[in-house]
């Protein structure tokens, strides 16, 4: 079982290198992070870009360009769509944004011509190493879905579970987090996880514990699930995290990294192969987990 961004790194090494198609990499901590992923075994690279801009960015991070395979395309955007087509096409197994936009990546990734479309709900999740534990927590979702509905939510459930089965949580805690640990009907958000926890204890969603509404202090703290008196096989012990809007986590996101320096790996899920999609501000550390595990989950 992975229990530290460490472990997704040799879970990666164990699948073999894979062939990721990098999207404008046209910065030096993107080409570091896939430099990084290209020495220590877990990846081959085709950059995809403005070339004279990448040997730039590579100059300035210290970077032998000749041990990646280049493809020149100026525009962002065309750029996503030949990276996507690498990869339907089985040229690449997994795409990964540098500094083309969040918007051109996904686009070229749902389009119904060379994308990676399956018809599963797609969703953004983030796999951090918990403060004073051996333990590695995931959730979801800082950048995908706005404003999910209880349709979609079991699908982000559904697909967290199955990223932490890949990464050897056998039977993972999964948290549905509210603002409180109980049903308030004029808060949606608590609604949603009566109705997905109802779901799991019915087998509806099945190779989870599932619990919520929980809130995030008790979903995580043991003491915090004690002082309330809250009994649950998951509260206290999340592994996962299922935050009720982007909103909910996208300000955890960047509240772990800019508050409490903690390093993020991050991955879409649900297409036909991983999308690596880091924020552009995001540290080269981040970028090179954020390949491992799109590597490890592929």
Known sequence: MA??????????KARGAKTCAVVAPEDPEVLVAVDQGVSSGIT????IGDLSRIEEAASRGGIDLSNHELIEEKDPSAAARKGVRLVSQGEADLVMKGQASTQDVLRAVLSKD???RTGRLLSHLSVFEMPGSDRLMI??????????SLEDKVEIVENAIGVAHLLGISNPRVAIIGAIEYVNLDMQATVDAACISKMAERGQIKGAVIDGPLALDNAISPESAKIKGIRSPVA???DILIMPDIEAGNVFYKTLIYMAGICLASVV???SAPVVLTSRADSHASKFYSLALGIAVS
């Open 44 to 47: 081959k690279s085709i950059l």
């Open 114 to 116: 060379g994308g990676l």
């Open 269 to 271: 899920v649900g297409a």
């Open 3 to 12: 229990k530290s961004l460490r472990d997704i790194v040799e879970r990666a």
């Open 236 to 238: 206290g012990c999340a």
């Open 139 to 148: 959730f979801s979702d800082a950048a995908m879905n706005i404003a999910p």
